[in-house]
């Protein structure tokens, strides 16, 4: 079974009221991080990082009602049925979906065929409500870190009921150290097993990244960009947003221009940054390259104001819509992209 993390189980008391003193203590690690935060130190978003990596703050916040409800934001339901009708809203706000089955790093092999299968069904059901959607999935989640064969197992059979009806699968990408492998299986899949509705994420938070996009440009891929997600040593990611922000600016450049179009590229600029998205219109209104040729995608629950602006003016807009039970780790990255959102949590928490 998939790691599930289901909020309406009933645990003791006891249980509860330690989980309820340790919540304390976290909300005071996290309300003193707020402190130090606004003296500038960037060292809240590793915090919650780090906690988003934490099996012990996994199960203290899942197990509280309160937390779900502030997770429900960005994450459309934990079923199923509630992904589809948040595909079809969207749809009938002329944005597109990307749904994403929530999980990663599974734990064992039956957790990893489970993830499969529930993508399959994502598909079928996809499928079966006729809505404009793909499916985003993560290789950890296809058992990644236990057998390599595993998930390029897992992959292939999802590509191939994808391809029986004419959808995509994007692969996302998540902490550094799958960058190669999930760059070789993208591969692999992609070239050596002429799966074309496959397409990979990069991150322009990492120092290779201009390196991949070189060679991805060679390839005509479909590529999301994005600022990345994920805590990284200095040693191989910009310590600066301001330096990310530059390279994003630069990746989508080389995967906009004239050489990259005629390869094939097809491109995806998944940010909510106003910046971004407006050099991204200027470098493609200066290089004649038409709206519809590219795509920008934001997350389910952030800008929404955005994402409907874009769709007014003609741009393509897909919305990454992550569902079930596994919400945790997702949850705890939105948090530490905008610390702001940890304030809502936090007064959320303490009004109950
Ligand atoms: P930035 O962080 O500069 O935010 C710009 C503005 O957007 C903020 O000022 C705020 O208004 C709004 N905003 C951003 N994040 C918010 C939040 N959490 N809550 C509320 N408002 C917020 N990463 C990764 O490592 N691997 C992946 O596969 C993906 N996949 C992916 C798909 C899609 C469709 C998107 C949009 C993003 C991803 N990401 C990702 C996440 C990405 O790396 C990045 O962390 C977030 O998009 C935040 O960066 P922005 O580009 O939005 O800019």
């Excluded at 079974?1 to 003791?12: E, F, G, L, Q, R």
């Excluded at 191939?160 to 492998?181: C, F, P, T």
Aim: charged residues 25%; glycine residues 8%.
């Amino acid at each position: 079974m998939h790691s599930t993390h289901n909020t309406k189980s009933n645990a003791p008391q006891a249980a509860r009221s330690g989980a309820a003193v340790k919540l304390l203590a976290l909300l005071a690690a996290t309300g003193g991080g707020l402190l130090l935060y606004r003296e500038g130190e960037n060292w809240l978003r590793s915090l919650l990082l780090y906690l988003a990596r934490a099996g012990w703050a996994r199960s203290l916040v899942t197990g509280f009602p309160p937390a779900w409800r502030m997770a429900s934001r960005f994450v459309a339901g934990e079923s199923l049925d509630e992904a589809i009708a948040a595909a079809q809203q969207l749809n009938g706000r002329g944005l597109g979906a990307a749904l994403d089955y929530l999980g990663e790093s599974v734990e064992n092999a039956a957790e990893a065929n489970a993830a499969r299968d529930q993508i399959l069904y994502l598909l079928d059901r996809i499928e079966a409500a006729g809505v404009d959607a793909y499916v985003s999935l993560k290789l950890s989640q296809l058992g990644l870190k236990l057998d390599e064969n595993l998930a390029v197992n897992n992959l292939r059979m999802i590509l191939q009921r994808a391809r029986q009806y004419g959808r995509r699968v994007r692969i996302d990408m998540e902490e550094s150290a799958l960058v190669d492998v999930t760059l070789d299986i993208y591969r692999r899949l992609r070239h050596g097993e002429g799966f074309d509705n496959v397409g990979v994420v990069i991150q322009a938070m990492l120092f290779r990244s201009e390196q991949d996009v070189r060679r991805l440009v060679e390839e005509g891929a479909s590529v999301r960009l994005v600022k990345g997600a994920y805590k990284e040593p200095p040693d191989i990611a910009f310590a600066k947003k301001a330096d990310t922000d530059a390279n994003m600016i630069r990746l989508m450049q080389m995967m906009l221009s004239e050489q990259a179009r005629k390869n094939g590229v097809s491109l995806a600029v998944g940010s909510h940054d106003a910046a971004i998205i407006a050099a991204t219109n200027d470098y493609a209104q200066r290089g004649g390259v038409n709206k519809q040729d590219y795509e920008f995608q934001l997350l389910y629950g952030i800008r929404r104001d955005l994402q409907e602006q874009l769709a007014a003016q003609g741009h393509r807009v897909r919305v990454y819509v992550p569902y079930g039970t596994a919400w945790y780790p997702y949850f705890m990255r939105r948090l530490a992209e905008r610390p702001a959102n940890l304030w809502f949590f936090v007064s959320n928490l303490v009004r109950k």
